[in-house]
């Protein structure tokens, strides 16, 4: 992997680990089934969607996609819990990143077009899904790329779609964030589109966590196996991006207006706001 790419200190024997009780393994196994059946059941019925889609308009494809995203959530045992109000279509969501869990979670509130790395494409089950649903893919290992994908972004935003992103770069484990990256809030300034800030949490901290060289498999297990686990999206309010002069002065407003809300502030060095050079293996690492 390229140098560049950004990186966080968290690793899954540190950061990972749950505190709070246990599913037990019966439970576990039956909602790691569950939760996988809905993602399938999903690849499956997301041509039918999309038709209904095109048939009925945005409204009706927004509301299918909440209901299996909400699905997905709480087969794998995880209670939801939203603050905030939803802003207008055409804007760019920008939350922190911590978990695979973050891109359902958005999608059963803010339901638009995810922006994930090209790797996702080839995943099993996930990928053909990711590419139905309109994801915008980049190539984070080729540079010279980013600058279409912003361009593919701002007329997505022009055209009145919502478009996600994930602007740290890199999962951190919930108890602190890695620096916002501009690159993708030039988007939002090419479309004259306002930015929505959003805050995930996880209580208890740690299980829903997939950092460092985690596998997904280990972190399916892991929120499977927790009991108790509760996830909470909370949805800021709007910045409109004509008031800042640059990409860069946008991205600290948005970067802050999220590490506001956060309610665990770090307690030891390796979760300050820090960046590594190096770059982890996390399988959830999006572009900047």
Request: hydrophobic share 50%; proline share 8%.
């Amino acid at each position: 992997m390229s140098v560049w790419l950004p990186s966080a200190p968290c690793t899954p024997p540190g950061c990972a680990t749950h505190q709070g009780p246990a599913a037990g393994r019966l439970r576990a196994f039956a909602r790691l089934l569950a939760g996988t059946l809905v993602v399938l059941a999903g690849v499956l019925l997301a041509p039918a969607a999309a038709l209904l889609g095109a048939l009925f308009g945005t409204p009706v494809r927004d509301l299918l996609t909440r209901r299996w995203a909400r699905t997905v959530v709480r087969a794998f045992g995880v209670r939801v819990r939203i603050t905030g109000g939803p802003g207008p279509r055409g804007a760019l969501v920008v939350a922190n990143h911590i978990s695979w869990l973050d891109i359902p979670l958005i999608a059963a509130t803010l339901p638009g077009r995810m922006l994930a790395k090209s790797e996702v494409r080839r995943w099993p089950l996930l990928g053909p899904l990711a590419a139905r649903g309109g994801t915008l893919f980049l190539e984070r290992d080729r540079l010279r790329t980013l600058p279409g994908t912003v361009r593919e972004m701002a007329s997505a935003l022009a055209g009145g779609a919502r478009v996600i992103a994930f602007p740290e770069g890199s999962t951190w484990c919930g108890r602190a964030q890695g620096r916002f990256r501009p690159a993708v809030f030039q988007a939002a300034l090419d479309a004259g589109a306002a930015v929505q800030p959003v805050r995930i949490s996880y209580l208890p901290t740690g299980a829903a966590a997939f950092v460092g060289d985690d596998s997904l498999g280990a972190s399916l297990w892991r929120v499977a196996a927790a009991g108790g686990l509760t996830a909470e999206i909370r949805l800021l309010p709007v910045i409109p991006a004509s008031s800042f002069p640059d990409r860069r002065s946008l991205a600290r407003a948005a970067q802050l207006a999220v590490a506001r809300q956060s309610a665990n502030r770090p307690s030891v060095s390796v979760h300050q706001f820090v960046n590594s050079s190096s770059a982890h293996a996390s399988s959830l690492r999006t572009p900047s």
